[in-house]
């Protein structure tokens, strides 16, 4: 993810345990070669191909890629326990601070 350093820690706490999940400008990615200049989420498949790929990071995309995610991976549920859904949780969100 390009600018979406508050977001992280949640994408973390559901997902973590199956996917690599990076602040992607603090590891050197570059956003223009992504597709995402102005910031964004990106998925790249152990494959190397982009498997999502959207932005702005906001509570859409982040749902969005919830959304992708859950398709075809079990989240950690204990991270689920007394959530809203996904939708809900990422609308609702508010910056850590």
Do not use: C
Request: no cysteine.
């Amino acid at each position: 993810m390009f600018g979406a350093a508050r977001h992280l820690d949640r994408v973390r706490a559901r997902w973590g345990k199956l996917v690599s999940i990076v602040d992607a400008s603090e590891a050197g990615f570059d956003a223009a070669e992504t597709g995402v200049p102005d910031g964004g989420a990106v998925l790249v498949r152990p494959d190397g191909f982009i498997g999502f790929r959207a932005a702005p990071v906001d509570s859409e995309t982040m749902a969005a890629l919830d959304a992708h995610l859950a398709s075809y991976l079990i989240p950690d549920i204990d991270a689920r326990r007394g959530r809203r859904t996904s939708e809900q949780e990422w609308t609702n969100a508010t910056p850590s601070t």
